[in-house]
């Protein structure tokens, strides 16, 4: 299976002799007694942002915002900024807080003496019916249309993640319900069961269908993200009760907040980590010298991979190569008007590398990996209008986003001899989006529209089930919502209540708007006057259209699968949550979830609800939409903000994952019914800059089908597996423990950073399925007639040992 080959590098490093732990560690402790006898200087930073009506955007001059724990502070200005100066470089509590309005606290707020990101705070109007004013800040406080299966994630959390390479998507996989593949090694993000298909990604309210080098097409996991965390303000993760402005979604929705660039002087930031090299500028623009800050900023980075040369480096079977850049252009024409412009892209090249003295296991690699060219692009630009007289605002939003796919499989991959599939594909989308908000005292009513154009051109063949298809399919996607919320009994009470409609011009049924009706209610009531105690519950139906490559795949220069259906996911979820103090929660949900029309292979009769984790093409063949499936489950989570210099969180989620084939009532365990899901991540700082971070990770044993040997004999180095076994076998519980440590300096105007993170600190082993190759003579050429034979496993519980170095300018 090509989702596990990755798992086995750490193993082939140590074969090679190559001790990367006594490297690291001697680089690092070299640094931390060098570095601070050559630059020694401690110098202060400034820390600035802009605080605003969470509601309208309106600036709120004259608020005050603090540093707890000290006499700092500042006050905004006329346009709502505030800069503090000479700030001790350290970790702070920030609170903003303004007359009528309740305060928000920041935690663990990073201030260094390079270039620090603008701390931007949003408060909600807090005027209750007696005319009283509430002023107390609730860190754990959520949206009323999304008020449970929701977690934040703030820029320092994420960059400092333990285990998470910079990378959000492996971020992501330690909050509650979230899990990955099988291995650790791919950023697919499985949510509370649901396949990996089943999420999408926003960006700056832009939908962003690819967030991974060597995507799975018509998927969107992958094994390194392509988003720059050097971006983010923060980044917020929904996995039930999404509010009815997303569309397409069963599972997840993972929105990226993108901040501004610094408007009052250029900045700099480079990365290196363990794959990569990051460099990122930032800065004001159009800013005379006589403004103290400009009202158009920028942030522009570019990324390099180094992954290929440490594969080289150490001989394995295929060289990972990557390039992705990211921008973000805002320009604030005047106070009720403002425009956007973002984008993303990544060009991504696999290539074959034999080693000189290959192994089975690398034999096996060579004979069925693809060799894949990709390259992605999204951009767009985003209008957002204040109103004058009233309290709301419009955003509209015009982006386009492409994928293009050469991916290319031959028996004899080395020599790129007697090709056995391909596909060259290119998916393109405009899309339109307009939003309209209005806030009405307690009231808060939201509409939107969307209209998108798809186009999608493939050439595929597949010579082991005679596939040979060109495709040039060009069709619309369009959308209505509307949702309102109301607050009541002194915002102690509320509701939401909200429905979308979807439809399509390519499907048979897809101007049938009622079939893809779905309403969505939200309610949370707080049982205390202090809202300590908590309970919310929701329900929703969501829709999904099958991607483009299921509606686009053909047969007979027809296309079979125009009957598909939109995947339905009704949901119901309720929680209780506890919170004694203002940095500290405790809850738990109980959640449930039915799946109706899944699409189902014809082919081998799996559901696709098991599929999309690998480097295949997801649903590239025909389908029925006759498939069934359901998750449910507990989840209980602990939440601790940075206080007393420790912050932490930890999950645990008791669930099963259940879908069909053909036969409706059959339900068997999806590939991602692990069961028990235990997650911690957590830290320590230290004093002089030190801070220690923790992840532990378990997961229980996931089930995997069986290898149909004959057939795969004949289909090899395509393998061919009996998924009506799923459940029979499973895997060995997985668990990984990974350590960071980090050490800060600060100089004149510049700020340095180092930090060791190794991951699987107590060498776990970890749990894959059997392997398979062809058995071969002594020469490497295989016996006939062609045999299949189990690859004996090799040992992956080596650790694996990261320097990275962060300077901010």
Do not use: C
Not at 45 to 64: E, H, I, K
Not at 461 to 478: A, C, G, H, I
Not at 570 to 591: C, I, M, N, W, Y
């Amino acid at each position: 299976m090509l989702l596990y080959k990755f798992s086995s590098v750490e193993a082939q490093m140590r074969t090679k002799g190559i001790n990367l732990i006594r490297i690291v560690f001697s680089i690092l402790l070299l640094a931390a007694f060098v570095v601070p006898v050559t630059l020694h200087a401690q110098n202060s930073g400034v820390l600035s942002g802009y605080v605003t009506d969470a509601q309208t955007g309106d600036p709120l001059p004259g608020a005050t915002v603090r540093l707890e724990g000290t006499e700092r502070g500042a006050a905004t200005d006329t346009n709502g900024y505030f800069t503090i100066e000479k700030v001790a470089p350290r970790s702070y509590t920030v609170t903003a807080s303004f007359v009528g309005y309740q305060s928000v606290t920041r935690y663990n707020v990073v201030v260094n003496s390079g270039n620090n990101p603008d701390i931007n705070f949003a408060l909600e109007p807090s005027v209750n019916e007696l005319g009283e004013i509430s002023v107390e800040p609730d860190p754990y406080d959520q949206p009323p249309e999304n008020p449970l299966s929701r977690q934040e994630l703030s820029q320092v959390q994420i960059a400092s993640y333990p285990g998470g390479n910079n990378d959000i998507a492996k971020v992501a996989q330690s909050l509650p319900g979230v899990s990955g593949s099988v291995g650790g090694f791919r950023n697919d993000v499985i949510i509370r069961g649901g396949a990996p298909s089943e999420n999408v990604y926003y960006l700056d309210g832009i939908e962003i269908p690819v967030i991974n080098h060597f995507a799975t097409q018509g998927s969107a996991g992958g094994p390194v993200g392509l988003l720059n965390v050097s971006f983010f303000e923060g980044v917020s993760l929904s996995t039930s009760s999404f509010p009815a402005r997303y569309d397409d979604v069963l599972s997840g929705v993972l929105q990226f907040d993108q901040r501004n660039g610094n408007a009052r002087h250029y900045g700099a930031n480079i990365r290196v980590g363990a794959s990569e090299t990051a460099f990122t500028v930032e800065g004001p623009l159009l800013k005379s010298e006589e403004e103290s800050y400009a009202n158009t900023t920028f942030i522009a980075s570019v990324r390099r991979s180094y992954l290929q040369l440490l594969f080289q480096l150490i001989d394995l079977p295929f060289l990972p190569d990557y390039w992705d850049y990211q921008y973000k252009l805002n320009h604030k024409i005047d106070n009720f008007n403002e425009l956007t412009i973002t984008g993303v892209g990544a060009i991504d090249d696999f290539r074959i590398n034999k080693p000189d003295n290959i192994t089975a296991e690398q034999q096996a690699t060579l004979d069925q990996v693809p060799i894949i060219k990709q390259w992605s692009s999204t951009g767009g630009i985003s209008w957002r209008h204040r109103f004058r007289n009233t309290d709301g605002y419009l955003r509209t939003t015009l982006s386009s986003s492409a994928f293009d796919n050469n991916f290319r499989q031959y028996r004899d991959n080395e020599n790129k001899d007697g090709l056995i599939q391909s596909t060259q594909s290119r998916e393109w989308s405009t899309t339109l989006r307009s939003e309209y908000n209005r806030f009405i005292e307690n009231w808060s009513i939201s509409a939107g529209l969307m209209l998108e154009n798809n186009q999608y051109t493939t050439q595929s063949f597949r010579s082991f089930d005679d596939v040979r298809f060109d495709t040039d399919l060009d069709f619309l996607r369009y959308g209505a919502y509307g949702q309102v919320t109301r607050e009541w009994k002194n915002n102690r009470f509320s509701t939401s209540l909200g429905i979308r409609a979807d439809g399509n011009t390519f499907t048979d049924d897809g101007n049938k708007l009622w079939r893809t009706l779905s309403p969505r209610l939200a309610v949370s009531y707080a049982i205390d006057a202090h809202s300590r105690w908590e309970i919310n519950a929701s329900a929703g139906r969501y829709f999904k259209i099958p991607p483009t490559t299921i509606l686009g795949f053909q047969q007979n220069n027809s296309f079979v699968n125009r009957n598909a259906d939109y995947i339905r996911s009704d949901h119901l979820v309720a929680g209780l949550s506890f919170t004694p103090r203002k940095s500290t929660q405790l809850s738990v949900e109980g959640f449930y979830k039915r799946y109706e029309a899944y699409p189902v292979s014809r082919s081998d009769s799996v559901s696709l609800a098991n599929l999309g984790a690998d480097f295949d093409i997801f649903g590239n063949e025909a389908i029925l939409s006759t498939g069934a499936g359901r998750a449910y489950g507990i989840e209980l989570t602990y939440q601790q903000k940075l206080i007393s210099n420790f912050y932490g969180l930890l999950a645990y989620t008791l669930y099963w994952s259940e879908f069909t084939g053909f036969e409706k009532n059959r339900f068997l365990p999806s590939r991602w019914d692990n069961r028990h899901l235990l997650t911690f991540t957590g830290g320590y700082q230290l004093p002089r800059n030190w801070e220690i971070g923790g992840r532990l990770r378990i997961l229980g044993g996931a089930p995997y089908p069986v290898l149909k040997r004959d057939a795969s004999e004949e289909t090899y180095p395509n393998l061919v597996f009996d998924y009506s076994t799923l459940g029979e076998q499973r895997l060995d519980l997985f668990n990984a423990l990974d350590l960071r440590i980090d050490k800060k300096w600060n100089f004149n105007r510049w700020a340095l950073n180092l930090y060791l993170e190794i991951s699987n600190v107590l060498a776990s082993n970890i749990p894959n399925p059997p392997e398979y190759g062809l058995e071969r003579n002594a020469d490497g050429t295989p016996v006939q007639p062609r045999q299949i034979i189990e690859i004996e496993e090799l040992d992956n519980s080596s650790r694996r040992p990261t320097l990275g170095i962060v300077i901010d300018i």
